[in-house]
């Protein structure tokens, strides 16, 4: 662990040497998830809100044959500015490759949790993770996203998988890899911009200090892997599942008939669906993400606390 090459931002320095709590964030978001410059704009809001939540955001990217942890205020407006085309794309699979060439990459939740991890942060905010995708037993697409979570102790703050999944699949393969998964404050789990997806949590918590303390007990008991905190939406940002659901399956079948596939599939989709919500989804998605980073703050608080 010591030998891998991380570069740490002085904001993080100070906040681990101290001790004081910390959330990882992904930057898959800021290259691939909006243009600029309103990425820019989004990845500050959220690093504020963590800040106002007592901890220290960590924005994890790979520059420069380097895993950043915590982007300065130059670096993190230098990836805002990364065409797309320009930055890869990171899950467990390809990490090892853009570091060792050099390249710049924007990591995924896999990725994001393999560096967070490596750097020692046991909390990473999030919007949504990836999953089982619709028609995976033809494809086999699944993403790592899963098998990271079986694997990797860190506690992921999602609103749900990411609603253009097959839900109930990915719930199955989370269950069979031994993952927590934890709804927040509700009986049934969220399914990104709609707070309920009709589906039943296996776990409830309602309180951050309940979350930190089950992953202290995974770690006591030697268990592989981390936990998933499902965080519903806000109500005030919500997308009903009867108003969202049809756009997905608008936004599926053109991909299908398009011939989109594997890494292609997931921007595609979020793409296509904020035209078809006429800039909704994205507004929600932000306003999820923000969410995510409270929740995310308190419970790094308690797990320092």
Do not use: Y
């Not at 399956?249 to 398009?258: K, Y």
């Amino acid at each position: 662990m010591t030998q891998a090459p991380l570069t740490f931002a002085p904001e993080f320095a100070d906040a681990l040497a101290q001790g004081r709590p910390v959330v990882a964030l992904e930057s898959t978001i800021i290259t691939h998830g909006m243009p600029w410059p309103q990425n820019l704009e989004m990845a500050e809001t959220v690093e504020a809100t963590i800040r106002e939540g007592g901890a220290t955001p960590a924005t994890i990217a790979v520059m420069g044959g380097r895993i950043h942890v915590g982007l300065t205020p130059e670096a993190l407006r230098a990836l805002a500015q990364t065409p797309p085309a320009d930055a890869m794309k990171l899950s467990r699979a390809d990490l090892a490759v853009c570091l060792a060439n050099g390249r710049t990459g924007a990591t995924t939740v896999a990725a994001t949790m393999i560096c967070a991890h490596l750097a020692g942060i046991r909390v990473f905010a999030t919007g949504g993770i990836g999953g089982v995708h619709r028609g995976a037993e033809d494809s086999f697409d699944i993403s790592a996203d899963l098998q990271e979570l079986a694997q990797t102790p860190v506690t992921v703050v999602a609103a749900g998988a990411k609603a253009i999944l097959d839900l109930p699949k990915t719930w199955e393969v989370l269950e069979t890899l031994g993952v927590p998964v934890i709804a927040f404050g509700q009986d049934n789990l969220p399914a990104f911009w709609s707070r309920d997806s009709g589906l039943r949590a296996p776990l409830r918590m309602d309180d951050p200090a309940q979350i930190a303390a089950a992953a202290a007990m995974r770690a006591a008991l030697g268990l592989k892997g981390g936990q998933l905190v499902a965080n519903p939406i806000p109500v005030e940002a919500e997308i009903a599942q009867d108003v969202i659901l049809p756009v997905i399956e608008q936004a599926l079948a053109e991909a299908q008939a398009q011939g989109i596939a594997a890494k292609a599939v997931t921007p595609f989709l979020l793409s296509r669906i904020f035209e078809l919500t006429e800039g909704r989804s994205l507004d929600s998605n932000i306003q999820l993400v923000l969410n995510n980073a409270r929740l995310a703050a308190r419970i790094a608080a308690a797990m320092t606390a």
